[in-house]
């Protein structure tokens, strides 16, 4: 099959979450099933260029009442999945890639419109169309809308569907209904069965309810979100999609995430032989600064966005009483004043407890997997989670709230089977009994090693998830896309209507 991903940011071109680790590498592990995979991302000033494309390649993007221009650069094709990199410097040569300061850009909308459009132009350059377009998140939103309305008179996409995934419900694209026109949409999709969401545009429900079938990054988040207590909103338009709502595990790229081979770690270890995980802790404490570092004391890792969504404020919660305990906590992230301000608070008072570092560190992130005996990890919701499934490989355990993604891939230790410590209650005090109990188990030797074992022997590879990402692209590929008369709300325009009238 043909399959064309358009995501907002991808390892190793761009990237803020775990959005990019998923279109690095689930497009490398379809590749090797045989697929033809193309991704298409932006070309932000953090990525390198690359070796550029003819001039054939510009596009013209009918959009705010005019026109813009692209091109496309090739991003080269490494795993056999070509990258092609849009480049419009007006939009994305900018230091961050969605935010500044702490502030979205106040032109997204129009910027990832841009990024739409030009996907789609692009994809029409090709010798044949995609069967599949893959769309991750509201950014990439837009491409299922302007297909099922801008160019649905198109007969080059008659055979081509979209699958839309939702990396995290919570990031939807509101925006004021004056932007429709704007960017090249009709007014009529402004209804309640459309992109209308309480007065405002909602990106993401209109990739909802325009793409064939939608999948989240778990099976357990997939639930969560058709109620009202985690669908932010939109747990009616999910329910109502439900026959077409899969949630499909996220991987793990062990290629870049295994202590056997991982070049970014103080020493190489592997289940038949632990001493380099001993060599990787000591290496960990004396680069945040401990002095003599005290090896029975157990490490606590952090690697996470600083947010309450993450769990933070129960961390804020008994910071005091974790201080107290005989432990190391390592800290990296960055994100919300009030918790960037916690953990230097901390290292401040307890630089021998606290150790951290305020910012974005893939080789220190490498180190804390290695190093730490724990990993921390008590989200309010997480859709899936990565490195609860890094720290599994790499012989950390995890201590997780039982949500989404994090309830999948860690099972409780009743002192032989079991891979991690999950609580349920979101409380601080649920958080402080549960590394309690982590830490009762770690004085125990046999039972700790035996409980690093069970973990380090599960299997969250790609390929098992790129299969199940296969099977739902096989079960469409004999489809013509859904009916535009089962989809779209009444009143909209022509593609010839909304060219002449929707700017």
Not at 86 to 91: G, K, L, M, R, S
Not at 364 to 373: C, R, T, V
Request: hydrophobic letters at 40%; glycine letters at 8%; one cysteine or more.
């Amino acid at each position: 099959m043909k399959i064309a991903f358009v995501a907002s940011e991808g390892v190793p071109y761009s990237k803020t979450g775990g959005l990019a680790d998923v279109v690095g590498a689930l497009p490398k592990a379809l590749a090797a099933l045989g697929h033809e995979l193309q991704v298409i991302l932006p070309r932000y000033r953090m990525t390198k260029p690359g070796p550029g494309l003819p001039e054939s390649q510009s596009l013209t993007l009918p959009l705010d009442s005019g026109f813009k221009f692209a091109s496309v650069q090739d991003g080269g094709c490494p795993h056999n999945v070509r990258v092609s990199l849009i480049e419009c410097p007006e939009y994305f040569d900018r230091e961050g890639l969605y935010q500044q300061n702490g502030e979205d850009y106040p032109d997204n909308a129009y910027r990832f419109a841009a990024f739409s459009l030009a996907a789609l132009e692009f994809l029409k350059r090709g010798a044949a169309p995609p069967d599949i377009i893959h769309c991750h998140d509201w950014e990439a939103a837009l491409v299922p809308i302007y297909l099922r309305n801008l160019y649905r008179e198109d007969g080059y996409y008659r055979n081509t569907s979209v699958v839309f995934t939702i990396h995290n419900l919570g990031y939807q694209g509101l925006f004021p209904p004056d932007l429709l026109p704007q960017i090249t949409l009709p007014a009529g999709l402004f209804t309640m069965d459309g992109l209308e969401y309480y007065g405002m545009v909602n990106l993401l429900k209109g990739g909802i309810i325009f793409s064939e079938v939608v999948t989240t990054v778990s099976r357990k988040y997939a639930e969560e979100i058709q109620t009202p207590e985690f669908g932010c909103g939109l747990d009616g338009v999910l329910r109502s999609r439900g026959d077409h709502l899969e949630g499909i595990l996220n991987g793990a790229d062990y290629e870049a995430w295994d202590p056997a081979t991982d070049k970014l770690i103080a020493a190489n270890y592997t289940p038949a032989s632990l001493k380099g995980k001993e060599a990787c802790k000591k290496a960990l404490l004396q680069k945040m600064g401990v002095q003599s570092p005290v090896l029975r004391r157990p490490v606590i890792g952090i690697i996470s966005r600083f947010a309450s969504q993450k769990g933070f404020d129960l961390i804020a919660g008994i910071a005091e009483q974790l201080a107290a305990l005989d432990l190391y906590v390592v800290a990296l992230g960055t994100g919300e004043p009030v918790y960037e301000k916690l953990f230097r608070t901390m290292a401040a008072k307890y630089p021998e407890k606290f150790l951290v570092k305020i910012a974005y560190d893939n080789t220190l992130a490498h180190q804390i997997e290695a190093g730490a005996d724990m990993f921390l990890m008590p989200s309010l919701y997480e859709p899936c989670g990565l490195n609860q499934i890094y720290s599994l490989k790499y012989g950390t355990v995890p201590i997780v709230r039982a949500t989404g993604g994090l309830n999948d891939t860690i099972a409780s230790f009743d002192g032989k089977s079991g891979t991690g410590f999950k609580f349920q209650d979101y409380s601080p005090q649920a958080l402080l009994a549960v590394i309690r109990q982590a830490l009762e188990v770690y004085a125990s030797p046999k039972s700790w090693l035996r409980l690093v074992y069970n973990g380090m022997k599960e299997d969250f590879s790609w390929a098992s998830s790129a299969k199940e990402y296969a099977r739902v692209y096989q079960s469409l590929e004999k489809t013509t896309a859904r009916s535009a008369a089962e989809a779209r709300p009444a009143g909209m325009s022509s593609n010839v209507e909304v060219l002449k009238h929707g700017r």
